[in-house]
């Protein structure tokens, strides 16, 4: 209830909502899982996960954010982020071992549910900020909090469709969309568009759809670096400096381009802006941010992870791959358009979205209904 009720309710009106309840949920769930001793075996879980190419690439991340901190200019945070990452990391690797094999349906009805609640407290509370009569909420708390319930709209979304409730998975991405559209900023409609375009389709044309993003996301990573050079011939001419953030980018790589291979150290990207040592017209984006702080090693390692990660989704149930295509579409949009990508909120966000799938996932187990056996007949019909 606190994964799929409380936090995305909260999200909208609390800033550390998010930070402060994923845990409290988890080690709940750990805790029952104890007493419960229903897990699955751990060392069966760790030689089938461990040895993935995503998991593997994402492995040499984390390996690689820790020793950038070796040159980070900004040690102490940099050192501080990192610990947070990676408490925050073991804590929801831990969820998914222990989260129950088979999850119930009543359990899964939570997601819609308080998706459709905090769509409908969301509705409300853009419509008090617009009159002003709500002047209490933060609209960057409130627009994080949009952001998160574009993100979990999806699993809702995969496990209503999976059971056969299409219309009411409808009924709540509509809802969600029309709330998003009436936000304070613009970023939780673009994502939820692109997402929405991306679930339509994936439910015609799942293969297709699976193999682009499996190459899109990748490429764009790593070929990031060549759009300040492409696009420099077209920025003179563009009224406002539009281009100019592109133009910082380019000016970065030509004064130091060894820094392409090592990266400057986590954390580096927003220390810099405040320091003045970054203009602030640099690129705000995922595509920047992971080539400034961790180079050419991260940016692979995480072009590799995303690129399993969407093969993984492809091998769940038919019915959740249109859902997972949505929420990767969606994380992946955000990320492009600003939203930074090692604060902890989002970071959290992520996992919580991840452990909710897993839910709906296991909870798939069952493709029909069992058949009644009628004792006296069953007893008949072995004597004949």
């Excluded at 930070?19 to 949920?25: D, E, I, Q, R, S």
């Excluded at 579409?329 to 090692?342: K, R």
């Excluded at 798939?364 to 056996?373: D, E």
């Amino acid at each position: 209830m606190i994964l799929m009720i409380v936090i995305p309710v909260l999200a909208l009106i609390s800033r550390r909502s998010l930070v402060v309840l994923m845990p409290v949920a988890l080690i709940l769930i750990i805790i029952a899982s104890l007493i419960d001793g229903a897990q699955r075996p751990i060392g069966r879980v760790n030689r089938a996960f461990v040895a993935s190419p995503p998991v593997l690439a994402t492995l040499v991340l984390v390996i690689w954010v820790f020793l950038s901190l070796i040159w980070t200019p900004y040690l102490d945070p940099a050192l501080s982020r990192a610990i947070s990452i990676l408490a925050t990391g073991a804590l929801g690797l831990a969820g998914y071992y222990l989260l129950p094999e088979r999850m119930r349906a009543a359990n899964l009805y939570l997601i819609p549910v308080g998706v459709a609640l905090a769509a409908v407290l969301a509705a409300v509370i853009a419509f008090g900020m617009r009159a002003g009569m709500i002047t209490w909420i933060d609209p960057a708390t409130f627009e994080r909090g949009l952001v998160v319930l574009v993100m979990a709209v999806w699993p809702a979304v995969a496990w209503l469709s999976s059971r056969g409730r299409d219309a009411q998975a409808l009924a709540v991405a509509g809802t969600v969309g029309i709330v998003a559209l009436g936000g304070p900023g613009s970023l939780p409609m673009i994502a939820f568009v692109v997402g929405a375009v991306v679930v339509v389709l994936t439910t015609g044309f799942p293969r297709l759809v699976m193999s682009v993003l499996t190459v899109a996301a990748p490429v764009l990573i790593v070929a990031a670096p060549f759009a300040p050079f492409l696009v420099a011939p077209f920025g003179a001419g563009v009224p406002g400096g539009m281009l100019d953030g592109l133009g910082v980018w380019r000016q970065l790589i030509l004064d130091d381009p060894m820094r392409l291979v090592t990266g400057h150290g986590l954390e580096a990207a927003l220390r810099a802006r405040v320091t003045g040592e970054l203009s602030w017209n640099a690129p705000n984006s995922l595509l920047f941010e992971i080539w400034y702080e961790l180079g050419l090693v991260g940016a692979v390692s995480l072009a590799i992870a995303l690129a399993g990660a969407v093969r993984a989704a492809g091998r769940r149930h038919p019915a959740l791959v249109p859902g997972g295509m949505g929420a990767f579409t969606s994380a992946f949009t955000l990320g492009l358009f600003g939203v930074a990508t090692t604060q902890m909120w989002w970071l959290t966000a992520l996992i919580v979205i991840a452990l909710v799938f897993v839910c709906v996932a296991r909870g798939q187990y069952r493709t029909k209904r069992p058949r009644v056996l009628v004792p006296g007949l069953q007893r008949n019909t072995f004597e004949s």
